[in-house]
């Protein structure tokens, strides 16, 4: 997607960078969690590099972030799903249930591979994912 589509901001999307060179790279997990805690991009690599040593685990290792999210004080919820029990994308959950959740941070699993923050009732982030599923989430 070329750079001038990824920064128009819409109701359901704003774009948001928080990687301090301005990088567009494989930093998803980084920048969503930065973005969550309200806390810088380097600390964030600095707390997951210290806890992945202790893990033996990459930073993005889905078994990691998880474990970093919890001693931060979010709670891992469900994927959604609608009442038919198909599955939801991050825009649907917006329209559905997301003003429920306007108030809290989020980071959220979406699509196959892509991690990212949901702020303000908004996905936050480099590009928007809303129309991608959204699958396991955590909220603080």
């Not at 930065?34 to 997951?48: F, G, I, N, Y």
Request: glycine residues 6%; contains cysteine.
């Amino acid at each position: 997607m070329k750079k001038s589509l990824r920064i128009i901001d819409t109701m359901w999307y704003r774009y948001v960078n928080v990687n301090p060179k301005g990088k567009h790279g494989a930093d998803c997990v980084i920048r969503a969690i930065a973005l969550a805690c309200d806390q810088s991009w380097e600390q964030t690599v600095r707390e997951l590099t210290e806890l992945g040593i202790k893990k033996g685990l990459l930073l993005n290792d889905r078994k990691l972030y998880p474990s970093y999210l919890k001693m931060k004080g979010f709670r891992q919820m469900s994927e959604p799903r609608k009442r038919d029990n198909a599955k939801m994308s991050v825009q649907e959950w917006l329209e559905y249930d997301g003003s429920e959740w306007n108030m809290f941070k989020i980071v959220a699993n979406v699509g196959s591979h892509h991690v990212t923050a949901i702020v303000g009732n908004r996905v936050n982030d480099i590009w928007n994912c809303s129309s991608n599923t959204m699958h396991k989430w955590w909220v603080k």
